[in-house]
């Protein structure tokens, strides 16, 4: 296994700008990237997004072509591992005032990554979400709650940690969306009041229109999850993962819909790769 | 002038290791000092509060010791400028998970400053701030929302922005904390649900007492900004500072009790220098 590859702004790099605004403010974006046999994972739905954060945060976005040759031309150095990709407003002055000698982009490749568990034990954190709707669903450089979050799960063997907002809605793991299966039909909680929307989620959710599933984007309850037949998380990194138990409370079958979904995704993972292939 | 001066753990650099977590998630906490013929204004209370948000994020905090000597060292060669102290959980991996190889402590110095004005005019924002106790009233570096309500004052001559909470409740400025006097008595926002807890803040609200002036810590809304009969915002940098105006809505005198407060605060930091000269 080789080591970590980091470029900014094309250029390999071990150390940045100590002006960063990404450093001082947390001021720019983030994309976390599976690579399968060299090829980056849905790579157009993470420059996307991507594109969707800089623009809510009035950030200028690099380059799309750089970005898309950039992240291509690492992942054959990573072929079974991670790019992150971090995007901050670049330099700036000591204010909050966001001026900056240009958008700086940060480009890091692990070549291997750790095979994660095909089940997933969640626990309730304590840590709640804050209704940021300016916020919401991008994926910025503010990342403190999922920080108290995962705190909380230290010295436990708990993989994932469910987080609600104030009102008591679940919202979505630590670094995972939520899925409840009920009577063959799936529920996910909306984002438009705090939350990732994971680009693993839109595969979701497009993958489950395309098998006829029914389908609800709503506000979703604990009792929605004790009444819940299957339960799953996803992630850019472990795609569609079952969740067997809400630790202390319930065990769930790893079942029929969940497997469904996963092979689905999975089909279109390769799918994705292929296009990708004939696209060059 | 001579340029900024950066030390990372002490020792003078201009960059930083790209997998610091203050980069990757705003994994840390700062503070912004006045210097003032080269002495630290306020900062034990700096410290404390530095201290206090460490504890709050879970992060070791560096020794206190060290650091004050080295913001005393540095102010000597800032006379009549800005220290900016910025201290990251330090350098980590991919995940939220807060592990890393031990606390990162930034510390900036430029020479001089900006002269205020003595006046202020400000503005409400459309852009509003979350509910989040767990980060309340600590000075940590996920500040997108400030960015945000700087970013809508661009291109205007206004000073300041206000901003509210999603309940309507004024909370702070973008880069101060606010005051309204009435009747002669003062009333500041709570922030125990959103907003920073100035050292200013703190430095007026002690000075209030001292001065046998009524103080309420509570619920403020439009109504009492409009019913005001003196502003004032303040910050570490600017001190006291005198709202004159709320631009499109109501101007307010330059008045008696901002205009004592300012005072008693500038003797106050003048008396803190003094303790700090005798204590070395």
Redesign the interface.
Known sequence: MTARI?L?DGRP??????M?R??????GV?E?LRVDAGQPRFLHRHLQRLSVGCER??IDAPDRDTLEGEIRALAGQAPDG?I?L?V?RGSGE?????MSAGTRR?T?A?PSRQRDDAHCRLRLCE??L???P??AGIK????????????E??DSDVNEGLLMD?DGHLVEG??SNLFLVKNGALLTPDLSSCGVAGVMRSVVMDTAQELGLHLTRGAVGLEDLRRADEVFVCNSLMGVRAVVEWVAHKTYPSGPVTTRLREAVEKRACDDISQAWYSR
Request: net charge positive; hydrophobic share 40%.
């Open positions: 980091t900014i790099a071990e150390t940045l700008d100590v960063d990404g450093l001082h403010f947390g001021d983030f976390t945060l009035g991670v992150k971090i901050t000591r204010g909050y005032t966001p940060l890091f692990w840590t709640r804050a209704h940021q300016l916020l910025h450089l503010n990342r403190l709650e999922q920080i108290l979050a995962r705190r799960l230290r104030y630590s670094m």
